[in-house]
């Protein structure tokens, strides 16, 4: 592991797609709340699943009312739910012959029923995946070519992609995937083949698709934290950063941290549970000072291997902590990533005493 590792960035692609949304909506392409069915049908097409007959092997399924809106898909307030993770979305999958999270589109992969009416609950899902797909089918270019004329190439960026195994520059530099043993201690290879983590996908995926070096994830960070005016104007920076959630919303995203121990390890990137918090357009933001850490407002959030990036504006502080091991956001390494964000923040006291 070298700066210059290529890394599968997981979920920290969303910031990514996040900041191509807002660049449409500056050009007045996109409308952050208006109804994505103008331009996305396939969301929400089958309406609310609200439980499953096993005795015919059918789900319940009930129209929604509201509509659903891009703002609504960075925030995870839309009811699209990863299939992945929830047994309803499981089940249906499953009564049509289906496994969850496959095919090669994002199509394929999203077009599932919501959980919850739009704009009601929350629930991490593939909303931006549907989020950069609104942005390919506005410019009529893919992800890989937006983001490459309008995202990379402005900060001198070269290597970020969603295909790097189409480039041998890449291609060579790629960490291997490992797995965290039972003692949580011992790591172990994954065999090449065992483990594909674009589960095949042949569109590029806002949500989780992307591949990059530590150094070029950082210095797309550093862009963020000094509101750089090659991506976004001033005004946009503020919706990006701003808290999104209503109090409904908002309260929902603090009960599934609080209560389920899941949801804890895999949204909470080390914010201690009580903490109160909320979502940005670019992740989860923290509502109060973490004494010693990290200030109120500050956004972090990560990717599937254990990654975890932070954007603390008051600090004047961004860092990102990479690795590529299963199981995800598996809590010793999330805990490693701590400590060294913590280190960070012990530098940056000393330095301004």
Not at 125 to 140: C, H, L, N, P, Y
Not at 253 to 262: G, H, M
Not at 269 to 274: A, D, E, L, R, S
Not at 311 to 331: H, I, N, T, Y
């Amino acid at each position: 592991m070298q700066l210059d590792t290529v890394l599968a960035l997981a979920s920290c692609t969303k910031l990514m797609t996040a900041i191509a949304v807002l660049q449409c909506v500056e050009r007045g392409q996109l409308d952050l709340d208006v109804d994505v069915a103008l331009i996305l049908p396939e969301v929400g097409k089958y309406g609310i699943i609200t439980g499953f007959d096993d005795s015919k092997n059918e789900a319940i399924l009930i129209p929604k009312v509201n509509h659903v809106t891009l703002r609504q898909l960075l925030t995870h307030t839309s009811g699209q739910a990863y299939d992945l993770v929830h047994p309803l979305l499981i089940k249906w999958r499953a009564s049509r012959g289906e496994e969850p999270w496959t095919g090669p589109t994002i199509e394929d992969k999203t077009t599932v029923p919501l959980i919850f009416e739009p704009g009601t609950a929350w629930a991490y899902g593939g909303g931006s995946d549907w989020a950069g797909k609104i942005v390919e089918r506005v410019t009529g270019q893919t992800l890989e070519e937006y983001m490459k004329k309008h995202i990379w190439t402005p900060l001198g960026i070269k290597d970020l992609t969603f295909w790097p195994k189409t480039r041998k520059d890449m291609e060579d530099r790629m960490a291997d995937i490992s797995m965290l043993g039972p003692d949580g201690k011992k790591v172990f290879d994954v065999p090449p083949g065992v483990f594909d983590i674009t589960y095949g996908a042949t569109d590029c995926s806002g949500g989780a698709g992307a591949f990059g070096t530590p150094s070029a994830f950082f210095t797309l960070l550093q862009a963020v934290l000094r509101k750089d005016t090659k991506l976004l104007k001033p005004e946009s920076y503020e919706e990006l950063f701003r808290p999104q959630l209503n109090e409904q919303c908002r309260q929902a995203l603090n009960d599934l941290i609080l209560n389920d121990q899941v949801s804890r390890d895999f949204l909470s990137v080390n914010v201690p549970v009580t903490a109160k918090k909320n979502w940005s357009l670019a992740g989860l933001l923290v509502e109060e000072d973490q004494p010693g850490w990290v200030r109120k407002n500050t956004i972090l959030w990560g990717g599937l291997p254990c990654l975890v990036w932070f954007c603390d504006r008051e600090a004047g502080l961004c860092g990102f902590a990479g690795s590529q091991v299963l199981p995800p956001m598996a809590p010793p390494i999330m805990k490693f990533h701590e400590s060294f964000q913590r280190g960070i923040y012990d530098v940056y006291a000393a330095t301004t005493q």
